[in-house]
């Protein structure tokens, strides 16, 4: 069998937005909903740029750009909370991301919700929360991240699959299956 061919590549002086997003479009991620709250009004917004920093102790990261509204409210409160969405909250996803739906954002798009132990907004039915106090905030091309240390978490046990983002798409599941890891043995 022969080996897909990629599309040729060239040197560019400076790469375009749109290009870029297609290319990284290529990486799956997982869909989550950025939390935070001002006063005593609950705000999110869609995030896919998340990544786990540390173990010890547990970090986290968060890429938001510099021009939306939550930006603000994050570095003012100095906390944040993530939930990570199931696929059957993609209506969730397409709200938070800025859908000209009713209720829309500034309902916090109609979502149940309940305050996480510190405060912050956890999702109903989010397959996984995380709540984060930010202990380091880097510049980084139009986004800022925001480092939080994880204050506390939690996971449903039995949950739907998760709510995944491939080439501007959401993608589905259709069967999975496990595999031990044939590397390292975890420790």
């Known amino acids: 069998m022969k080996p897909p061919t990629l599309a040729p590549m060239k040197a560019m002086t400076e790469i375009e937005p749109d290009?870029?997003?297609?290319?990284?479009?290529?990486f799956v991620t997982g869909v989550s909903?950025?939390?935070?709250?001002?006063?005593?009004?609950?705000?999110?917004?869609t995030v896919n740029a998340l990544s786990s920093v540390s173990l010890?102790?547990?970090?986290?990261?968060?890429?938001?750009?510099?021009?939306?509204?939550?930006?603000?409210?994050?570095?003012?409160?100095?906390?944040?909370?993530?939930?990570?969405?199931?696929?059957?909250?993609?209506?969730?996803?397409?709200?938070?991301?800025g859908a000209p739906v009713t209720p829309g954002r500034e309902a916090f798009c109609g979502a149940a919700w309940h305050?996480?132990?510190?405060?912050?907004?956890?999702?109903?039915?989010?397959?996984?929360?995380?709540?984060?106090t930010v202990v380091e905030t880097?510049?980084?091309?139009?986004?800022?991240?925001?480092?939080?240390?994880?204050?506390?978490?939690?996971?449903?046990?039995?949950?739907?699959m998760p709510?995944?983002?491939y080439r501007r798409r959401y993608l589905r599941i259709e069967r999975a299956a496990t595999a031990e890891v044939e590397g390292k043995p975890e420790r």
């Open 19 to 26: 290009f870029f997003r297609k290319v990284m479009g290529h």
């Open 163 to 165: 709510l995944l983002y």
């Open 56 to 97: 010890k102790p547990a970090l986290i990261m968060v890429a938001l750009d510099r021009r939306r509204f939550l930006t603000p409210i994050v570095q003012a409160a100095g906390r944040y909370a993530v939930n990570i969405l199931a696929e059957d909250q993609q209506a969730l996803s397409d709200c938070f991301a």
């Open 33 to 45: 909903v950025v939390t935070a709250v001002d006063g005593d009004q609950p705000f999110g917004i």
């Open 115 to 132: 305050p996480g132990s510190t405060g912050l907004p956890l999702i109903d039915g989010a397959i996984a929360t995380l709540e984060c």
């Open 138 to 160: 880097f510049s980084a091309g139009d986004h800022d991240l925001f480092i939080g240390r994880v204050e506390t978490l939690g996971a449903e046990p039995r949950h739907p």
